[in-house]
């Protein structure tokens, strides 16, 4: 924890109670009878433990009234979505009897030839931005579709129900099974371009523009290399996918013959940056993981979709101990849930799995998916100055979480402290436990 600096916005907010959340020293820290302030910008002014409420008042001279938590109430940092296809929410918990390529081609790449219809990408964005968020889904980044104008009203509808989100139009030339859904070379570099100058020109404060070349089976070599420029003059993160199954790795392998690995195809495309995001890397070999760690690439662990698609098993104890950052993904629709809580469950699943088959494996612990789901998220897409822990000066990103809600899926049988109804919380909870969302200090679930 930073230490506590006092800052010069007025402070608006004071919540009393129990905080979790992670650092980099440790998956779970525990703050219980804590006071935590945030001013009027949004960001986290103080966290002062077990003092006086005077004496912090007066420190911090804040006249708010303070919310007082109950005893099963907790709040933990927002959860960090780091690779969700938003205009694939529409066939959600359908269509996972395919492996990925074969999947593409009849499921999804006709689905996303619809967005050209406003209406319908209105419909779907709309849902996909209420259901992430009441899933305490804070930050998101986002693959939309090809088409320009559907893609900016996702950036718009993000940005109205106040969610933290990358938003990329997806560029593709390349497209063999349907060729109606596909960009020529110069009509992906110049809808590009319209797509980031109309959303930078809103100057939203919590939605940017993502680069967003789908995979490398479907754009050319030309396209990676110019997207590449733009992103670079922009400044911009770059997401795609890698390595998800071993028949796509051969494709690549085929469409780049001179290139040795699917790493190298990015690389020499000047697409990995400290920036970029890539999803899967399920079947990434060691010599591959030290490049993204070179070039400060982080990966999006997909268990949901990996599993589903029957992709592969990521082993992230690899992953982390090339030093490569990695947060967690929905990867809607590949993964059939829109929830984070989903994905950590999976992670830990994938984890454990992997020690069945090889018991020299140790299963991620609970604490280490939380941290994954959160501070990991933020680190994965490079926004840890912003969010994803409780830290003095970040955003005030954070779930306000009841394990005893009426009605609610769990049952509480006898006092449990708050390490134990975290661990409930992410095993066994859902959004009816979930009783308000935060982003930048802003409260936004329940949703008016
Ligand atoms: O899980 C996935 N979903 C997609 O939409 C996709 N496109 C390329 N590779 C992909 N993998
Ligand atoms: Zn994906």
Not at 51 to 80: I, R, W, Y
Not at 143 to 163: E, P, R, V
Not at 241 to 264: C, G, M, R, W
Request: overall charge negative; some cysteine.
């Amino acid at each position: 924890m930073a230490d506590s600096q006092v800052s010069t916005a007025t402070v608006s907010k004071v919540f009393r109670g129990t905080f979790v959340h992670s650092t980099q020293q440790d998956a779970l820290v525990v703050l219980e009878d804590t006071l935590l302030g945030v001013d009027s910008n949004g960001k986290i002014s103080f966290v002062e433990r077990g003092q006086e409420l005077e004496n912090v008042s007066a420190k911090f001279g804040f006249k708010c009234d303070v919310t007082q938590l109950s005893p099963h109430e907790f709040f933990m940092p927002g959860l960090v979505d780091t690779h969700i296809h938003a205009s694939q929410y529409s066939y959600a918990g359908t269509a996972l009897d395919l492996p990925l390529l074969q999947w593409l081609t009849t499921y999804t790449f006709p689905v996303e030839s619809q967005y050209t219809d406003l209406e319908f990408a209105r419909r779907v964005y709309t849902q996909v931005v209420k259901r992430t968020l009441r899933n305490g889904t804070t930050t998101a980044c986002y693959f939309a579709t090809i088409h320009t104008d559907a893609s900016l009203l996702l950036a718009q509808i993000a940005n109205d129900f106040g969610q933290r989100a990358l938003v990329g139009k997806v560029c593709m030339d390349r497209n063999g099974a349907l060729e109606q859904y596909k960009e020529g070379t110069q009509e992906s570099l110049d809808e590009t371009s319209r797509f980031i100058r109309e959303l930078l020109k809103r100057k939203y404060l919590l939605v940017k523009p993502v680069m967003t070349p789908r995979f490398a089976v479907s754009c050319s070599g030309e396209l990676l290399l110019k997207l590449s420029e733009i992103a670079k003059n922009n400044n911009l993160h770059i997401q795609s996918h890698i390595s998800e199954t071993k028949e796509e790795v051969k494709l690549v392998k085929q469409l780049f013959p001179d290139l040795e690995t699917y790493t190298d195809v990015y690389n020499e495309h000047n697409l990995l940056t400290n920036k970029t995001i890539m999803a899967h890397g399920c079947h990434l070999s060691d010599k591959e993981l030290e490049l993204f760690h070179k070039k400060g690439t982080s990966l999006a662990h997909c268990p949901n979709s990996n599993i589903s698609l029957c992709s592969g098993l990521l082993d992230v104890r690899k992953v982390l101990s090339h030093k490569v950052k990695l947060g967690l993904g929905t990867d809607v629709a590949g993964g059939y849930s829109a929830s984070m809580l989903d994905a950590v469950r999976r992670a830990r699943d994938t984890s454990k799995a992997l020690s069945i088959m090889d018991p020299t494996r140790v299963p991620l612990t609970f604490e280490e998916t939380f941290r994954l789901a959160t501070l990991g998220g933020s680190q994965a897409l490079s926004m840890d100055g912003q969010t994803g822990n409780f830290e003095v000066g970040k955003d005030f990103d954070a779930l306000r979480v009841n394990v005893a809600v009426p009605d609610g899926p769990i049952d509480l049988v006898q006092y449990d402290g708050p390490k134990i109804l975290l661990e409930k919380f992410l095993n066994t909870g859902d959004d009816r436990n979930i009783l308000e969302v935060y982003v930048a200090g802003r409260k936004v679930v329940p949703i008016e």
